[in-house]
């Protein structure tokens, strides 16, 4: 079956660059999730989208910015890069089914590190 | 809010013993319980869910966890640990299917060690 696709697997930047992360959701999946985790940390919500509009916001920094597509690929767009931002990017997809929870599948996470 | 504690941030134990792994929730709207494994340098594979169905679910690679609303409480547990089990498992909850709930609240996790 086909699983989340999160490109590129590993990334490495310097302070005050730019990077952009991307996530395939898993076929027919209308939802997205972005997660950040910190070395030693759990995974703490950043943001998330359904058919294109942004529904939820955790904790993402005012530098960061997201979208979703209408392929329903997402993007995570990350400025001014700093030593704290890195950490392993998760992106999740779910199906909001007629007002049904399905549970979040994840990627195998981009491992961004910035020195 | 939602939130979860794991008990424990390391666990270990002996290969063929009991695996309980601890988990208690806090929720102002009925709870959707999830339970993830993760293995070094992976992504997160979920092992069971609870959604307000049957309060005693059973996962993959033979995991089970009980919804016990009055200890608030959705513990991890398999009968007999196998070494290929040693990995973090972390506990999450989400809101209700409707409003802005929707994300997982993870906690802090529990590193699994199964000794030989």
């Known amino acids: 079956a086909a699983g989340v696709i999160q490109s590129p697997r590993h990334l490495i930047k310097e302070k005050r660059e730019t990077a952009t992360l991307k996530c395939y959701p898993i076929?027919?999946?209308?939802?997205v999730y972005w997660y950040q985790q910190g070395p030693g940390q759990d995974p703490q919500f950043l943001i998330s989208?359904?058919?294109?509009?942004?529904?939820d916001k955790g904790s993402i920094p005012d530098r960061f910015s997201a979208q979703q597509f209408s392929d329903y690929h997402s993007e995570l767009n990350m400025s001014s890069l700093e030593l704290g931002d890195s950490a392993l990017y998760f992106c999740?997809?779910?199906?909001?089914?007629?007002?049904?929870?399905?549970?979040?599948?994840f990627g195998p996470g981009t491992r961004l590190t910035v020195l | 809010a939602q939130s979860v504690t794991q008990l424990g941030s390391h666990v270990s134990v002996s290969e063929g013993a009991l695996v309980l792994l601890r988990c208690n929730y806090s929720s102002s709207v009925p709870p959707y319980l999830f339970w993830y494994v993760q293995y070094p340098n992976q992504g997160l594979q979920l092992l069971l869910k609870y959604t307000s169905a049957a309060t005693l679910v059973k996962g993959i690679n033979g995991f089970e966890a009980e919804f016990k609303k009055s200890e608030t409480s959705f513990h991890l547990t398999k009968p007999s640990a196998h070494m290929s089990d040693a990995a973090e498992y972390f506990c999450a909850v989400s809101g209700s299917s409707s409003g802005s709930a929707r994300q997982l609240t993870f906690g802090s996790g529990t590193q699994l060690t199964v000794l030989p």
């Open positions: 989208f359904y058919e294109k509009m942004q529904s």
């Open positions: 076929p027919r999946h209308d939802t």
């Open positions: 999740a997809s779910s199906l909001y089914r007629g007002g049904s929870y399905n549970e979040q599948f």
